[in-house]
C-alpha cells in the first residue's frame, strides 16, 4: 500500500488543522493506522494510533484531548485533527500503516509510510 500524507501549513497557536493520509494499492480497512511526528533537532515519535479491528485507539500523553485520529474506509483515508495546537507541535507529521496485528505504538510495528507532511505553529 502506499500513503500519501498532506494538509499541513503554518497556523497560529490555539489554532487547527486536519492532516489527511489518503491510502491506495490495498485494502485500507484491514490496516492499523497510525501518525507519528518528528519535531525540530529531535526523533520520531508516536502521536496516535488506530486499530482496524474495534477502532481503538491510542494517544500520546502530550495530545490528548486535543487531537483526534479517525478513518473513512470508503475514501481509503486516515485523518488527524488536531485541535488547540502548540507551538511545540511543531513538526513533519508522518502517516503509517500496518495490515492487521496488535495496536503498536512504536515505529517498527509500521511497515507502510507517507512522506511526511510540515506543520509549523506560530506563537
Known amino acids: 500500500v502506499q500513503l500519501q500524507a498532506s494538509g499541513g501549513g503554518l497556523v497560529q497557536a490555539g489554532g487547527s488543522l486536519r492532516l489527511s493520509c489518503a491510502a491506495s494499492?490495498?485494502?485500507?480497512?484491514?490496516?492499523?493506522a497510525a501518525w507519528f511526528r518528528r519535531a525540530p533537532g529531535k526523533g520520531r515519535e508516536i502521536v496516535t494510533a488506530?486499530?482496524?479491528?474495534?477502532?481503538?485507539?491510542y494517544y500520546a500523553d502530550s495530545v490528548k484531548g486535543r487531537f483526534t485520529i479517525s478513518r473513512d474506509n470508503a475514501k481509503n483515508t486516515v485523518y488527524l485533527t488536531m485541535n488547540k495546537l502548540k507551538p511545540e507541535d511543531t513538526a513533519v507529521y508522518y502517516c503509517?500503516?500496518?495490515?492487521?496485528?496488535?495496536?503498536?505504538?512504536?515505529?517498527?510495528?509500521?511497515?507502510?509510510w507517507g512522506q511526511g507532511t510540515l506543520v509549523t505553529v506560530s506563537s
Open positions: 488506530l486499530k482496524w479491528t474495534d477502532a481503538s485507539t
Open positions: 494499492g490495498g485494502t485500507f480497512r484491514t490496516y492499523n
Open positions: 503509517a500503516a500496518q495490515r492487521y496485528g496488535g495496536l503498536r505504538v512504536d515505529e517498527a510495528g509500521y511497515t507502510y
